[in-house]
């Protein structure tokens, strides 16, 4: 079965420090890996996401994810944190041929100024 | 921009009543999905619809059925409410068969089953 993990249900950070929010995978072949975030009484939106080549991803608002086959994991991260990135970020991955989405339970950020 | 409309933000209605979600895209996407929210579980797939008239089971789709008459709309129905769907709900609709495109999310609708 496929699944997605994300181990944190909170992240603390202060503003101007790094922030990472981890993701591991759990698919039968080749994974696309997709990062979501939502603000408060929002839906999703759609930051960054995997498909193969690069394992760097760089996406949108500063945030980039890195995709690490070994360790089945596709950890998002930004080099200094903001207030305004506190919000609920939600991992998704497939490899369904028609996109259908195994979302993680959610990591709720908290950057305090 | 794709935009993706619920018909409510906020719905609240009684036990036993018929409930219809309505999902509008303007971007002639294939795809169109149903999820409901639920703190700690994450996004969960109800139904998903990859054409007109097309439809295929999720992960929980028991108490629900789905609608897709044309190709903007696609609606979430519950026959019977029950409190236990008490939850967020969130359409989301992406191109045709590929995995490699993001889906792009209404803004969800929060229903309250009394």
């Known amino acids: 079965a496929q699944s997605v993990a994300q181990p944190e249900d909170q992240v603390n950070v202060a503003e101007g420090n790094p922030l990472t929010v981890k993701c591991t995978y759990s698919?039968?072949?080749?994974?696309?890996l997709f990062w979501y975030v939502q603000y408060p009484n929002r839906g999703l939106q759609f930051l960054l996401k995997y498909i193969t080549g690069d394992n760097l991803v760089k996406g949108s608002y500063g945030f980039e994810a890195e995709f690490n086959k070994s360790q089945t994991s596709f950890h998002l991260k930004k080099p200094s944190a903001l207030v305004s990135d506190s919000a609920l970020y939600f991992c998704a991955g497939t490899t369904d041929s028609w996109g259908k989405l195994q979302f993680g339970a959610g990591t709720q950020v908290v950057v305090t100024p | 921009d794709v935009k993706v409309t619920q018909s409510s933000r906020y719905l609240v209605k009684r036990t036993g009543e018929k409930v219809f979600l309505e999902c509008v895209q303007d971007?002639?996407?294939?795809?169109m999905f149903w999820y409901r929210q639920d703190p700690g579980l994450g996004l969960r797939l109800i139904y998903f619809?990859?054409?007109?008239?097309?439809?295929e089971k999720g992960d929980i789709p028991e108490g629900y059925s789905v609608s897709r008459e044309k190709k903007e709309r696609f609606s979430l129905i519950l026959e019977s409410a029950s409190t236990n769907q008490t939850s967020m709900y969130l359409c989301?609709?992406?191109?045709?068969?590929?995995?490699?495109?993001?889906?792009?999310f209404g803004p969800g609708t929060r229903l309250t089953v009394t």
């Open positions: 698919v039968s072949g080749n994974p696309y």
């Open positions: 619809s990859y054409d007109v008239k097309m439809k």
């Open positions: 971007m002639d996407h294939e795809n």
């Open positions: 989301a609709s992406s191109p045709p068969r590929t995995p490699a495109y993001e889906q792009y």
